[in-house]
DNA sequence: CACTTTCGTTGGATCGATTCAATTTTTGCT
DNA sequence: AGCAAAAATTGAATCGATCCAACGAAAGTG
């Protein structure tokens, strides 16, 4: 019924056009690919034919399958698509990636699903030249997903173990260390963590034992570069709290009440993201406590974001965008080895962080 | 030379694995498409050979091609494809695009390109279901492009006078009108306003008769709006200055010079787009006017941003999220006639404005 | 035991283009 | 005009899958 209008479903192929301009399918093809190849009447003849049945240019399904290249990288991740125009880390990192895509002309495509059937499917079916995995949650089951597409794909911020994944990250430890050493050089000796997952799904004060089995080895490197610094000037580190959290505000939120119920509340904050270092100086200064002088705040990753949060965030800088270029090179020039990177990160010491009182 | 690790680039079709198996190719696909209805024992023995010879699955490349959906919409602009990422409006924009598209299981394509060149190949060339077009620079050509694909497409955010593409936007001259009436109620009677482009590529003092051959309606539907109200307070509005810019902070701030170079300064600005008015927030700071009881801002937009500024921007809310679901609805259920939704804005007032001094 | 269902499998047709070797037409030159 | 070289055109093969009508074998029925 709906085909009254016109009564037709647009099915206006190449070959269509080339049997009313009266030529075969290559010339028609050529008219389209390689004008100048083709004679200029003819050109003429099979565009006006084109025009008047209202062709659309050659489909690029069609071309796909033979060219084979799609040319647009796929960038997954665990979480829901907004996710990416949301979370401050990952739009930086995009707006790496976006900057690499431009120069090459590359498109990109976002994957992802919260649901697990369907980024399944999603993967499977992306439409792609090669993937960069975000690990964030579920960080495992996308890489092994990726990797059964068989194309090229690096994990992004993830110290993966497995080195035959490309994976492009961080010292974890090192910045993890020049964080911890910078509090500890300002005379604090009264700690707490805020850690990012070390598995999914959980959040919580950690124990060694769940720290030993962590799926996530970027958030163990880190708590071991904070801890390595601390015992070094002689902490107790088993009595440092670690709060697992989510990294949303809810979680780090839960984190903090736990932390500051204790009796010797800390005079400096560890958090493995600034996202939970800016909600934490949120809740701090609603509770009445001023940072740096109460608490000092250190966070990690280096988003805008932490250059005008209030006070300013002492934090350790990713080379977020390098990062993402970095990635897309390895998708586009994929036939070397596997590409590990491990880049340097670098203290940015702003006003959330001073000595403690006294 | 690089093919004599294990020399072959994957060439495992479907069809081989078939053979390997010794069924059809038929029952291949079915293995992987409908595996209730093949026997287990050949199921078995399919996915043995698939899994033996290093096969990835049906390739998306071919059963695209039959299936004829991509279940992805492209989000075309003719800006660098980090303006996704990084305009504020932008990103809220895709925050709504992205919820509609996760709750649907499509996928999201970014196209886009500055060069232009590049961009209508990558429109040409997209795989994708349909268009999202943000029209902001380069809006009627984006569109143009986007038309010729022949694919359903919804122009965003553009007044398009062209009532046979399917848009959607606000209804700009009720929004401009509230914010200039706003303002005149509180007393004020010198105004300047900060325009979005009215054509591309300039920028600078407009004249009416620039105003009049606008490329884009929306600017011009903004300005209207602004200047009803004030003509209908009886303020001569030949006389109040037009400062078109690129809607970044460069042009920003040189409208800002031009405006306050002149003798009669304006008690209140009236800025097309939170992010012009957020920079006037901060040039006016910077040059020693107090925010509002010198001069009063507002914006056009309504972006999370505005709330947090310095002051909290007084702005026109657009459902800048529910835009953005619509237009995924639109392009997804693309049989009815071509939809055109004008969705209204609110007044969101704030400290940025108040009643000018004396 | 013949006869109908049901189930699983087969292989050809199709999706919409590009490519390339072969062929035809045009052009250029004497 | 005659012939070689250059340019334009043709059409079959290909890309990698899915779909479906037809068919063979096994199971069920009188």
Same sequence: chains 1, 2.
């Avoid at 934090?315 to 491990?342: C, F, N, W, Y």
Wanted: net charge negative; glycine share 8%.
């Amino acid at each position: 019924m709906a085909s009254l209008t016109a009564g037709n479903r647009r099915p206006v192929r190449l070959a269509d056009i080339a049997k009313a301009a009266g030529v075969s399918h290559g010339t028609a093809s050529n008219v389209f690919s390689r004008p100048e190849i083709v004679r200029e009447e003819v050109r003429e003849r099979v565009r006006a034919a084109a025009e008047a049945m209202g062709y659309g240019g050659p489909d690029p399904k069609g071309r796909l399958l033979r060219a084979g290249k799609v040319n647009a990288i796929g960038v997954a991740t665990a979480e829901p698509l907004s996710y990416f125009f949301e979370d401050p880390f990952a739009r930086v990192m995009m707006a790496g990636i976006s900057q690499a895509c431009d120069a090459t002309g590359a498109g990109i495509s976002l994957v992802s699903a919260a649901n697990n059937e369907q980024l399944a499917w999603n993967i499977q079916s992306a439409l792609v030249d090669g993937f960069i995995v975000f690990c964030i949650e579920g960080g495992s089951r996308l890489v092994e997903l990726a990797r059964e597409r068989k194309l090229p794909f690096v994990a992004l911020d993830l110290a993966s173990e497995d080195g035959s994944v490309a994976a492009i990250g961080v010292d974890n430890i090192a910045g993890a260390s020049m964080a911890a050493r910078h509090l500890t050089d300002l005379g604090h000796r009264r700690f707490a963590v805020l850690a990012l997952p070390f598995a999914d799904g959980r959040t919580g004060l950690v124990s060694p034992e769940q720290v030993r089995v962590a799926t996530y080895a970027g958030t163990r490197d880190r708590l071991t570069g904070y801890l390595q610094e601390l015992s070094r000037v002689g902490i107790d580190i088993s009595k440092v709290p670690v709060y697992e959290t989510a990294n949303d505000a809810a979680s780090t939120k839960a984190g903090l009440e736990t932390i500051f119920a204790s009796e010797a509340a800390p005079t400096a904050i560890l958090a493995m993201s600034d996202r939970m270092a800016l909600v934490a100086l949120e809740w701090l200064h609603a509770r009445g406590l001023d940072v740096p002088s109460d608490v000092s705040v250190v966070g990690f990753d280096g988003v805008p974001e932490a250059k005008v949060s209030e006070p300013p965030l002492t934090t350790i800088a990713q080379p977020i965008v390098e990062m993402g270029r970095l990635a897309v090179k390895a998708i586009l020039d994929s036939d070397g080895p596997v590409s590990r990177h491990q880049l340097p990160v670098e203290l940015i010491v702003r006003a959330s962080s001073g000595p403690p009182r006294g």
